[in-house]
């Protein structure tokens, strides 16, 4: 039997750029192949080939054998290639149904459209593949997950038999991954064949059944989960050896930096997102946030950083109350933030590099009076992408043209080149590849031991374990257990987060131990 | 990207900010073009003479037709506003006030306020303007400068109002904007039949300015104006590129959420950019005041403020675009004069050409169909021009 699709010899070139060359793959009926590659390696590109977006310079394409001539989306679709986008592309005003059947609508009377069938077969796809969800819900009102369910029912309910999965995990919690490799595997059971894209290891060897790894637009090497580990694999991808581990020696905590006392704070929506919150953090250590997203460390963060009002409490940085002061009164402390979302609130994207740069230290460091000092940016701008190793064809290259693992370079250059007392880091990896995961680890434990405090927010529980001399979980808006990084499981962190009480996860810890707020 | 291919950072060589200008500029150009072509062809279709054309003298007959309709339209179009010294003169006379009124919109669009209000603005600018030139007897040396002050103050304090209530309210300022503008036209007329009215009070004219708040002409009716508009549009570049001010002017402009994670006050910001855009409004009805009209009457102002939207759309929001784009505004409007008399053809066929060049540079992806352009990357174009609603 033919593989369900054969890509043979693709090449793309973009102007100045190969981004894919003569690369094959081979999906079996019923598999999960797995795509790996750092970004910017070709992933997405072959991938929008493969949708009909870009048309290959060379390469054929063959579907169950035939040769398939795909001119857009249309005809992916049409060909049983549907594609499921990191950035979902749902409208939350509608509900699941209408969702689904967008472009696609069922209709009665000529002009009437025909919720009741599409809702029917909807319902069919959630039974058959277990894809519980509610047809008439709004999608607003869905989390995440479930809106991600959606996307893979829209795509299956237009009957694809090849699923291109992009980046699925990146907006997921763990149960949320758990539950998306269970859908996976029963969908490949039912002979939906898959395409998944990351850059995710653990993920690659959880759930795929054949891995093709990309670097530079070249398929180097293809591989078995069976016979691969997170490093060979890694090695693959970068294409040297890469620490996983981060190399750090026992923390050397001095007095405290940052202290936090009964903080209570509200989200947009003016509920109480943060409630009662105390904890400290010394100079010289780490303590990491651990938390599944929206359990109140975005707004303990914005608090901290003056972006978001304190209800109540006091923040005491340095010595100074800080709550309530604005962001440059904070930033002016000693504070640096690596922001949770870069594009939103780390970058401006149009901007070139060397303006991201000063964005919080134009009016000082970098004028004489109101006016900018060009030359001292562009020196310093320079050195910076020497230095934190930012690849970029020029420090005029606006931000949003640099892959996210660069852009995040560009913030850690700014944030780390400023004598800090505190660093605030949100997700300082999110979507970013191993390579710069690496180096961004290796700079934040270098903060580490030449002084500064570091408060470290990730919802990947690898990374706050990796990073962290002391773990705070966060559930509902509390810190429900501030524990040291080496005396706590992954699985006791789980269910912390999950919100299972302290005193049945950390039952093993001596009595008294692991009390809230106090100090390990 | 991988670790063996080292690229070394480096500033932009000539060639490609050659080539980046070529870029910024190849749409813009060719929507004019586009929007000169169209317009023919309505000079064409409108033009009875053609049909007659084609009706006696058969396909030949016609197609001559065409060509005289739109030659003899074009043709006076273009003698007309750069035939003769004099005419040059007025076409840069014409493209004063829009110099000013553009850079007011960009200036606007690069802070990300959307200034719909500078018509008003600039008509208030100039009813104070008007009372100070015509009411205070002072040397020029202090009597210009005072009374072109006083109209930037009008349009700065008019405009900041709006950018006021947006900061604090979240008013949004295109709906301000347009609202105030109906408050300064009923207020205009009320005042030119009251205590702006020349005494006695037959018409709502305001008495004239003193010939010592005159921006003096020097070239037939070119007058000093034009001078300080080219000033103030270096000004406006220096201060927009060079200055902290400037910085976070386009940072809140394109992401009010990293300007507030700057340190960057950014209601404070969105204040001081309608501030400095209603000065640049005010200035464009003052030195239209001063060194044109010399009195205040109904009408005075023949949709500047309108206008300079597409000026600062058609100039990318840039102090240089803006200016060419205006230089290009003033030749139409001061060339549709000649038109009409010469060709018979209604003025009104600039304000379908400039409405034709507005689409094509909000909608670049029709330029790009027509001419088989490339579309770039998502970041073309030097980012957001404004933001949403709600925003």
């Known amino acids: 039997m033919p593989p369900v699709l054969e890509l043979r010899g693709i090449t793309k070139q973009f ?37 009909g977006l870009y048309k290959p310079t060379k390469g054929e394409i063959y579907i169950n054998g035939k040769r398939a001539e795909i001119s857009g989306p249309t005809d992916a679709i049409r060909q049983g290639i549907g594609m499921v986008h990191q950035h979902f592309m749902l409208i939350p005003v509608l509900t699941v149904t209408e969702n689904v059947m967008l472009g696609e609508e069922s ?24 894809l519980e969800v509610d047809p008439h819900a709004y999608v607003r009102d869905l989390p995440v997950g479930i809106q991600q369910r959606v996307e893979i029912i829209k795509v299956l309910y237009r009957q694809a038999t090849i699923l291109i999965l992009d980046e699925p995990t990146a907006v997921l919690t763990p149960q949320e991954v758990d539950e998306l490799f269970n859908i996976m595997k029963l969908l490949t059971s039912q002979g939906v064949s898959i395409i998944f894209i990351t850059h995710k290891l653990k993920e690659i060897l959880a759930v795929s059944d054949r891995i093709s790894v990309i670097r530079r637009g070249q398929t180097v090497g293809t591989a078995k989960p069976t016979e691969s580990t997170e490093q060979s694999l890694a090695e693959l991808m970068v294409g040297r050896p890469v620490e996983l581990v981060v190399q750090k020696k026992k923390a050397q905590p001095t007095q405290p930096v940052l202290l936090v006392k009964n903080l209570v704070i509200k989200n947009d929506r003016d509920r109480i997102a943060v409630e009662d919150v105390s904890f400290e953090i010394s100079g010289g250590e780490v303590l990491g946030v651990a938390g599944v997203q929206g359990n109140g460390q975005t707004e303990l963060v914005e608090a901290i950083t003056g972006l978001r009002h304190a209800e109540s409490g006091s923040i005491k940085i340095d010595g100074q109350e800080s709550a309530n002061k604005t962001p440059r009164q904070i930033t002016e402390i000693g504070v640096s933030h690596v922001p949770e979302d870069r594009q939103r609130d780390g970058l401006v994207l149009s901007f070139p590099i060397k303006d991201n740069f000063i964005l919080n230290t134009y009016y000082n460091t970098f004028a004489n009076g109101i006016i900018i000092d060009e030359k001292k ?10 230095k934190f190793d930012v690849r970029t064809p020029s420090i005029e290259t606006p931000a949003g043209s640099l892959s996210g693992g660069n852009q995040q370079k560009v913030i850690v250059a700014r944030e780390f080149s400023r004598p800090l007392k505190l660093l605030i880091a949100s997700q300082p990896t999110r979507g970013v590849d191993v390579g710069s995961i690496e180096y961004i680890h290796a700079r934040i434990i270098q903060k580490r031991d030449e002084g500064a405090a570091i408060l470290v927010v990730s919802t990947e529980l690898d990374e706050v374990r990796a990073l962290s001399d002391r773990i705070a979980v966060m559930f509902d808006g509390k810190i429900v257990a501030i524990v040291p990084a080496d005396q706590v499981t992954k699985e006791q962190l789980g269910l912390l987060m999950a919100g299972v009480p302290k005193e049945e996860v950390l039952g093993v810890f001596p009595q008294g131990k692991t009390k809230k707020g106090e100090k390990l | 990207m991988t670790t063996d291919e080292k690229i070394t950072p480096s500033q932009n060589g000539l060639s490609s900010i050659i080539k980046q200008t070529f870029d910024l500029v190849l749409i813009p150009f060719l929507a004019v073009v586009t929007a000169l072509i169209i317009g023919g062809f309505i000079i064409v279709v409108t033009d009875a003479a053609v049909y007659t054309a084609f009706g006696e003298g058969g396909i030949g007959g016609g197609l001559a037709a065409i060509w005289t309709s739109v030659s003899v339209a074009y043709g006076s179009m273009f003698s007309g506003s750069l035939g003769s010294a004099r005419d040059i003169s007025e076409s840069l006379v014409a493209s004063t006030p829009y ?37 205070f007897s002072l040397p020029w040396i202090i009597h210009l400068p005072l009374t072109i002050l006083a109209g930037m103050v009008a349009g700065a304090a008019w405009a900041a109002l709006a950018g006021y209530l947006k900061a604090k309210t979240g008013a949004h300022e295109v709906i301000n904007t347009i609202m105030m503008n109906y408050i300064v036209y009923l207020f205009s007329d009320w005042a030119l039949n009251g205590f702006l009215c020349r005494t006695p009070c037959s018409s709502p004219v305001s008495p004239p300015v003193l010939e010592s708040a005159f921006l003096p002409q020097f070239f037939y009716r070119l007058h000093f104006g034009f001078f300080l508009a080219l000033i103030v549009a ?8 060079k200055t902290t001010i400037g910085f976070e002017i386009r940072t809140v402009g394109t992401n009010p959420n990293a300007a507030r994670y700057g340190g960057i006050q950014t209601t404070k910001v969105m204040v001081l950019t309608m501030a400095i855009s209603g000065a640049l409004a005010g200035l464009a009805g003052a030195s239209e005041l001063l060194g044109v009209n010399r009195v205040l009457a109904a009408g005075f102002s023949s949709g500047y403020g309108f206008d300079a939207i597409a000026l600062a759309l058609l100039g990318r929001s840039h102090p240089l675009g803006v200016v060419l784009a205006a230089l290009l505004f003033g030749t139409l409007r001061s060339g549709a004069t000649r038109m009409q008399s010469l060709a018979n053809i209604p003025t009104d066929i600039i304000s379908i050409i400039q409405a034709l060049v507005i689409v094509f540079i909000a909608a670049p992806a029709i330029i790009r169909w027509i001419y088989r352009i490339k579309a770039k990357g998502a970041e073309e174009g030097g980012g957001v021009m404004v933001q949403g609603w709600g925003s």
């Open chain 2, 234 to 241: 270096f000004a406006v570049w220096w201060l927009l590129f």
């Open chain 2, 99 to 135: 110099i000013f009124a553009g850079l007011a919109v960009a200036v606007g669009f690069r802070g990300g306020m959307f200034n719909i209000g500078v018509e008003g603005q600039l008509l208030l600018a100039v009813m104070a303007s008007v009372y100070v030139g015509s009411n």
């Open chain 1, 107 to 130: 209709i009665h009377n000529g002009i009437f459209l025909d919720r009741k069938v599409a809702a029917k077969r909807i319902e069919e796809i959630s039974k058959k593949y277990r």
């Open chain 1, 377 to 386: 940016v562009n020196e310093t701008a320079i050195k910076w992408v020497e």
């Open chain 1, 15 to 51: 102007p100045g750029v190969l981004a894919n060359d003569n690369v094959n793959l081979t999906l079996e009926k019923g598999e999960v192949h797995a795509l790996l590659g750092e970004n910017g390696a070709g992933k997405t590109t072959l991938m929008n080939i493969l949708y």
